[in-house]
């Protein structure tokens, strides 16, 4: 645990958060629609995006110290029959507990090293709990310890709109001569539901992490002419830039547009089809805050998560998946001085893992990821003791139909290693 959590930050002083009701429990939340406090003002929410989670009151008045000493007790009394996985955005006092700590690309291969644990307790998003499900063996059982924590980009792609765009562009693509390849391949961010992973899984198409995303488009050129990338537009742009393609075959569709709101010439030539939508998070990341950096702390070394808007990925010296942030800060030196555009809980606790570095979060205010931070130790206690009560509360089942599709994507996305 860090000397000063986040979480203690913002109970100290939710009058420098990006939202003060940040400082409530979680559960006050669990049932309201829209993301909860801390995600971006206005961000429009598709609909449906909750997935109502409950506590019951014992937990949510539960004070933090017997609150701890019951996650000791049931995880000592589960022993191995369970495995719980920490994304690095989860707030200190729940990924304290986990035995694997990553980016979604390890996690998911995490899921895979544990067969003989009967459950996956997954302390991160909803995607990636699902993820977890497809890839288990099928008597485990996978956990969101709080079912309200959802994404919301992950949220801005859902299935029939995907559907109904890639009908558009197959009537556009359909008298191409495709040279025995796919006019279209479709690419999914693994921030994305199970059923669009399954719709890429049907459709030739793959899913791509943040630490994989250049692999994965190499992969899908040797097989497409060009790639349908959803959700996040920012990831899609970044790295198809970062391959050399240039900004005008890198289009922005919309599926609600006729004619996907791009002229016929543009959609023919397109190299990368972008979907519109992006990460509140990363979104608050900007150039500006970058050169304040810059003039503060000269030779400052900036490294940013690759969901920023492009400006922001050029502007630093280096991008990549939050794994590649816990690297570049792991090979700095003693006396660098590091400013990262990624989450809070990260930024946070690199900083106190090398102290003798200055290491810094480029936006100013504390605004962590809201749906990670749905997941408080109290959900973490009532769903590990459910389990020794023989109860699995807060299971995530993805659909047999939907999850073989969705495997198909998923094992070839994991063949396609990080460089
Ligand atoms: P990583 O794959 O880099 O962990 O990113 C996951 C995520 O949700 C970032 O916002
Ligand atoms: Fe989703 Fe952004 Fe949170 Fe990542 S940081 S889980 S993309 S909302």
Same mark, same amino acid.
């Given at each position: 645990?860090?000397?000063?959590?986040?979480?203690?930050?913002?109970?100290?002083?939710?009058?420098?958060?990006?939202? %003060? +009701?940040?400082?409530?429990? !979680?559960?006050?939340?669990?049932?309201? *629609?829209?993301?909860?406090? /801390?995600? @971006?003002?206005? &961000?429009?929410?598709?609909?449906?995006?909750?997935?109502?989670?409950?506590?019951?009151?014992?937990?949510?008045?539960?004070?933090?110290?017997?609150?701890?000493?019951?996650?000791?007790?049931?995880?000592?009394?589960?022993?191995?029959?369970?495995?719980?996985?920490?994304?690095?955005?989860?707030?200190?006092?729940?990924?304290?507990?986990?035995?694997?700590?990553?980016?979604?690309?390890?996690?998911?291969?995490?899921?895979?090293?544990?067969?003989?644990?009967?459950?996956?307790?997954?302390?991160?998003?909803?995607?990636?709990?699902?993820? %977890? +499900?497809?890839?288990?063996? !099928?008597?485990?059982?996978?956990?969101? *310890?709080?079912?309200?924590? /959802?994404? @919301?980009?992950? &949220?801005?792609?859902?299935?029939?709109?995907?559907?109904?765009?890639?009908?558009?562009?197959?009537?556009?693509?359909?008298?191409?001569?495709?040279?025995?390849?796919?006019?279209?391949?479709?690419?999914?961010?693994?921030?994305?539901?199970?059923?669009?992973?399954?719709?890429?899984?049907?459709?030739?198409?793959?899913?791509?992490?943040?630490?994989?995303?250049?692999?994965?488009?190499?992969?899908?050129?040797?097989?497409?002419?060009?790639?349908?990338?959803?959700?996040?537009?920012?990831?899609?742009?970044?790295?198809?830039?970062?391959?050399?393609?240039?900004?005008?075959?890198?289009?922005?569709?919309?599926?609600?547009?006729?004619?996907?709101?791009?002229?016929?010439?543009?959609?023919?030539?397109?190299?990368?089809?972008?979907?519109?939508?992006?990460?509140?998070?990363?979104?608050?990341?900007?150039?500006?805050?970058?050169?304040?950096?810059?003039?503060?702390?000269?030779?400052?070394?900036?490294?940013?998560?690759?969901?920023?808007?492009?400006?922001?990925?050029?502007?630093?010296?280096?991008?990549?998946?939050?794994?590649?942030?816990?690297?570049?800060?792991?090979?700095?030196?003693?006396?660098?001085?590091?400013?990262?555009?990624?989450?809070?809980?990260?930024?946070?606790?690199?900083?106190?893992?090398?102290?003798?570095?200055?290491?810094?979060?480029?936006?100013?205010?504390?605004?962590?990821?809201?749906?990670?931070?749905?997941?408080?130790?109290?959900?973490?206690?009532?769903?590990?003791?459910?389990?020794?009560?023989?109860?699995?509360?807060?299971?995530?089942?993805?659909?047999?139909?939907?999850?073989?599709?969705?495997?198909?994507?998923?094992?070839?996305?994991?063949?396609?290693?990080?460089?």
């Amino acid at each position: 645990m860090t000397a000063t959590s986040v979480n203690d930050r913002i109970v100290a002083a939710p009058g420098a958060t990006c939202d %003060a +009701d940040l400082a409530d429990g !979680p559960w006050i939340f669990d049932l309201v *629609p829209g993301y909860g406090p /801390g995600s @971006s003002e206005n &961000d429009a929410i598709p609909d449906p995006v909750t997935r109502p989670g409950q506590l019951p009151v014992a937990y949510q008045k539960m004070p933090d110290d017997e609150l701890h000493a019951r996650i000791r007790a049931a995880r000592d009394t589960l022993g191995n029959s369970v495995v719980i996985l920490g994304h690095y955005y989860q707030r200190d006092e729940v990924v304290q507990y986990a035995d694997f700590v990553g980016d979604s690309f390890q996690l998911a291969n995490a899921a895979l090293t544990r067969p003989e644990a009967e459950t996956i307790v997954f302390c991160g998003v909803h995607f990636m709990a699902e993820t %977890a +499900d497809i890839l288990a063996r !099928p008597e485990q059982h996978v956990i969101l *310890p709080n079912l309200a924590a /959802g994404c @919301s980009m992950a &949220d801005m792609a859902d299935e029939d709109s995907v559907e109904a765009a890639w009908d558009q562009l197959m009537q556009v693509y359909a008298d191409e001569d495709s040279g025995g390849k796919q006019a279209v391949v479709p690419v999914t961010y693994m921030n994305s539901s199970a059923a669009l992973k399954a719709f890429c899984g049907r459709n030739g198409g793959i899913v791509c992490t943040s630490s994989n995303a250049a692999t994965v488009l190499e992969w899908a050129f040797e097989r497409g002419r060009r790639v349908l990338f959803f959700p996040d537009q920012h990831l899609g742009r970044n790295t198809a830039k970062a391959m050399g393609i240039p900004l005008e075959q890198i289009p922005m569709i919309n599926a609600r547009k006729p004619g996907l709101g791009v002229d016929e010439h543009v959609l023919r030539d397109a190299k990368v089809l972008l979907w519109p939508g992006f990460c509140s998070v990363h979104k608050r990341f900007t150039v500006d805050q970058i050169d304040q950096a810059r003039s503060q702390y000269p030779g400052v070394k900036v490294i940013v998560h690759p969901e920023c808007p492009m400006p922001v990925v050029d502007a630093a010296d280096a991008s990549g998946s939050t794994e590649k942030i816990r690297k570049f800060v792991e090979a700095s030196q003693a006396g660098d001085v590091i400013a990262i555009g990624t989450e809070i809980n990260m930024v946070n606790r690199l900083a106190a893992q090398y102290p003798d570095r200055t290491i810094f979060c480029l936006d100013p205010v504390i605004c962590p990821c809201s749906t990670m931070y749905r997941i408080h130790p109290g959900y973490l206690a009532w769903t590990l003791e459910g389990l020794v009560a023989g109860e699995v509360r807060n299971e995530i089942v993805v659909p047999d139909d939907v999850a073989r599709d969705a495997k198909v994507a998923l094992e070839r996305m994991l063949k396609a290693v990080p460089r």
